[in-house]
Nanobody, 125 residues
Framework: QVQLVESGGGLVQAGGSLRLSCAAS????????MGWFRQAPGKGRDFVAR????????YYADSVKGRFTISRDNAKNTVYLQMNNLKPEDTAVYYC??????????????????WGQGTQVTVSS
């Protein structure tokens, strides 16, 4: 059993920054990848970024590339999402996710086994 606890959401003006954190506890010895997804009102859950735990390799959705950075702290089993130059269209509930098994890309929600509770990010124009 893995628990994921997110923090760091909030309200920010367009152009501003936020950093989300996701701390994993429990059976964390089998982390393959950690990812961030987001869900805007009335829409599906979209991939944002992912990080392979062993290599540190990252991948981003085109919509956030160059503005968002995913990183980790191995000692704390924590993954971060630094979000800069935020836009109103970034408004959504952000979820972190943990995948414990191999997948080709780790860019689908089906690639992940455990999810955080979600944290709201609201960007005003």
């Amino acid at each position: 059993q893995v628990q994921l606890v997110e923090s760091g959401g909030g309200l920010v003006q367009a152009g501003g920054s936020l950093r989300l954190s996701c701390a994993a506890s429990g059976r964390t010895f089998s982390i393959y990848a950690m990812g961030w997804f987001r869900q805007a009102p009335g829409k599906g859950r979209d991939f944002v970024a992912r990080l392979y735990w062993s290599s540190g390799s990252t991948y981003y959705a085109d919509s956030v590339k160059g503005r968002f950075t995913i990183s980790r702290d191995n000692a704390k089993n924590t993954v971060y999402l630094q979000m800069n130059n935020l836009k109103p269209e970034d408004t959504a509930v952000y979820y972190c996710a943990l995948g414990s098994h191999w997948s080709r890309s780790s860019r689908s929600s089906a690639d992940y086994d455990s999810w955080g509770q979600g944290t709201q990010v609201t960007v005003s124009s």
